[in-house]
């Protein structure tokens, strides 16, 4: 689960790390409010959606005036006047997709003297299965561009869980930053409270970018971007209660309010599988026979009937689909469920793109009676192999 940046800076002021001083703004009508609540003498304005490059994005709408999505205003009036331009309007960056988001939330923040950007990140890395720490002296641009043109300025090392969070990884941090002096204590201060903040609030993800140094000398976090474990949201109710659900994509939010694993892709052929290795090798060959998955969803091992009838409706939803794949093999998921499912589905929303079934496993001889005896224009697979074939050829021809 991601948060918009106002809350990860919320966030980032309770655990002590140093962010300037803002206010986030829902109705135009409060934008001027919230910027004369700021000294100035310059403000920032910055749109508010679960996408980078906000500042390089454009509004689809002509309306929404100049400039990205983060500007810069020398008053009060004019911080208003561009919060309110931007509330509303459609935002694309390069992380959005042409479609791009709708700005429903704006944060006006004090501006900062900068005399340096700097790039710091934590993740985990699922090749050490450590929590990592990934820092560059290139801060404000996009860390896949310094990974490809400059690696040579990228640090990146792991934190041993036995030992924890130390000192020496802050130092480490300052000298691959190249800061002194004073800034150097700041860095190690700073580390380790990003370090307590992730490991506490269950984090997937923390990335300041920039992290600046002031003409003062100072440290602080100008940007941030979170995400979070989704599978621990149950122990943290108050990250939960930041979730943005108008910011996801609204098959995936139906998804998970069924306990489904669904991934919306940009392919043409939908796909219903139980267990995440059958759905990847599902989607790898339906890409072998020369189409692609528009999702991935898989029901669980534990999916009833109406699980299986809500993620059907996911499914025909996306109006991409043209043709849909379900590859079921019951060990713990029985083909009669899948096959009831299905037929209950069909009927209920209709079927309106051709739809190949391939069952296996256990109870699979009820299922494909089920599925035979609903007079549904169904097409039956033998295999794997088969299933892709048919539905690749009924959608294309």
């Not at 135009?28 to 508010?48: H, R």
């Not at 400039?67 to 004019?78: L, P, Q, T």
């Not at 802050?170 to 860095?187: E, N």
């Amino acid at each position: 689960m991601n948060i918009h940046e106002y809350q990860a800076k919320g966030l980032l002021r309770g655990y002590g790390v140093p962010v300037a001083e803002g206010r986030a703004v829902l109705r135009a009508e409060e934008a001027k409010t919230a910027a004369g609540a700021l000294e100035g003498p310059v403000w920032v304005v910055k749109a508010q959606i679960h996408a980078g490059g906000r500042g390089k994005g454009t509004f689809k709408e002509g309306s929404a005036g100049s400039g990205g999505g983060v500007r810069i205003a020398k008053s009060v009036e004019e911080a208003a006047e561009q919060a309110q331009a931007m509330l509303g309007r459609t935002l694309v960056t390069h992380q959005t997709g042409p479609a791009g988001k709708a700005v429903g939330r704006i944060y006006i923040e004090e501006g900062a003297e900068i005399d340096r950007e700097l790039y710091l990140a934590l993740l985990v890395d699922r090749v050490t299965s450590r929590v990592s720490f990934v820092c560059s002296t290139e801060g404000g641009v996009d860390i896949e561009e310094v990974a490809a043109s400059t690696p040579e300025k990228i640090l990146s090392f792991s934190v041993d869980p036995a030992t924890g969070i130390q000192p020496f990884h802050g130092r480490r941090v300052a000298f691959a930053l190249g800061l002194s002096g004073k800034q150097v204590k700041q860095c190690v201060d700073l580390v380790g409270k990003l370090y307590k903040l992730f490991m506490e609030r269950d984090a997937e993800m923390v990335e300041i970018n920039p992290l600046i140094v002031t003409k003062g000398g100072d440290l602080r976090c100008l940007d941030a971007k979170m995400g979070f474990d989704s599978n621990a949201l149950y122990r943290q109710p108050d990250i939960l209660a930041l979730r943005d659900e108008s910011e996801e994509d609204p098959k995936e939010l139906a998804a998970s309010k069924f306990d489904l694993n669904y991934i919306a892709l940009d392919g043409e052929i939908g796909c219903m599988v139980n267990g995440a290795g059958l759905a990847m090798a599902t989607m790898d060959i339906i890409k072998l026979n020369g189409a692609e998955p528009a999702n991935f969803l898989d029901v669980g091992g534990g999916a009833t009937k109406d699980k299986v009838t809500e993620a059907f409706k996911i499914i025909t939803s996306d109006p991409n689909v043209k043709g849909i794949l379900v590859n079921i093999f019951g060990g713990i998921m029985r083909c009669d469920v899948i096959a009831e499912g299905v037929v209950s589905a069909v009927r209920e929303v209709g079927l309106q793109v051709p739809l190949v079934v391939r069952l296996e496993g256990t109870n699979v001889e009820q299922g494909k009676e089920i599925i035979n005896a609903s007079g549904l224009d169904v097409i039956a697979a033998d295999d794997l192999g088969d299933a892709a074939a048919k539905i690749v050829k009924a959608v294309k021809g």
